[in-house]
C-alpha cells in the first residue's frame, strides 16, 4: 500500500491535514505524521494535533509520497526547514511522489520541483512565490509527473482520495469512498462507516 510523510507546522490547515491523514490510513497505507519539532503542532485554526514522530527522527527514511498540508504560516514554515526541502528533492530524485494543497505548492515551488510543470493553488498562493517556470491551473486537483497538487481545504477530500487511487488504484479508492456517502463523486452511497 506504501508509506507516506505528513509534516506538520504549527499555522498549518487543520482541515486538509486531518483529512489526507484519515484517507490515506483508511485505505491502509502507512501514515508518518512528522512534526517539524517536538511537541504537539497548533493548527491555523487553533486545533491542536499531535504528531507521532519529528521529522528530524524520519529524515533518512525513503517514502512513496510526502504529502504537505496548507495553510499559513504553516506553508512558510515547511518553506523554512531545509530538511524538509532536501527530502522533498531528493523523493523526486530517486522516482517517488510528492503532493501540496492550498498555500503548499509554493514549498514544491521553492525546492524547484514546479519547474516546467502544471500546478494548483490557494488563489495567490503562488503568485507570490518568487518563482517562475510552471503554469497555473484553477482545477481542484493537478498532477504533472511527480507533482501532485491541490487548491484548499474544500478539495481536500478530492486530493486525498486522488492519493489514493494513485498509491493504491482505482479500487481501493473506491472502497474507502463509497462508505463516506458522498452525494456525487463517482463511487456512488455506501455502508455504514
Do not use: N, W
Not at 494548483?120 to 517562475?132: F, I, M, Q, S
Not at 458522498?182 to 463511487?187: E, F, I, L, V, Y
Amino acid at each position: 500500500m506504501g508509506s507516506v510523510l505528513v509534516p506538520l507546522a504549527d499555522g498549518c490547515e487543520e482541515l486538509e491535514a486531518v483529512t489526507i491523514i484519515d484517507i490515506l490510513r483508511r485505505a491502509g497505507v502507512e501514515v508518518v505524521v512528522a512534526g517539524l519539532a517536538d511537541g504537539p503542532v497548533r493548527a491555523s485554526r487553533g486545533t491542536v494535533l499531535l504528531p507521532e514522530t519529528t521529522l528530524e527522527a524520519v529524515r533518512e527514511r525513503e517514502f512513496d509520497l510526502i504529502v504537505l498540508p496548507g495553510g499559513l504560516p504553516g506553508a512558510d514554515h515547511l518553506q523554512a526547514d531545509t530538511r524538509l526541502i532536501t527530502l522533498l528533492q531528493q523523493s523526486v530524485a530517486r522516482g517517488h511522489k510528492v503532493a501540496a494543497i492550498c498555500a503548499a505548492p509554493k514549498v514544491l515551488a521553492h525546492a524547484g520541483l514546479l519547474q516546467g510543470r502544471h500546478a494548483t493553488a490557494y488563489p495567490g498562493a503562488l503568485e507570490g512565490c518568487g518563482v517562475d517556470g510552471f503554469v497555473r491551473l484553477d482545477e481542484p486537483v493537478v498532477e504533472d509527473g511527480p507533482v501532485i497538487t491541490s487548491m484548499g481545504p474544500g478539495t481536500a477530500l478530492d486530493f486525498a482520495l486522488h492519493l489514493v487511487e494513485t498509491l493504491c488504484g482505482h479500487e481501493q479508492r473506491e472502497a474507502v469512498e463509497r462508505p463516506l456517502c458522498r452525494p456525487h463523486g463517482g463511487a456512488g452511497h455506501g455502508e455504514a462507516v
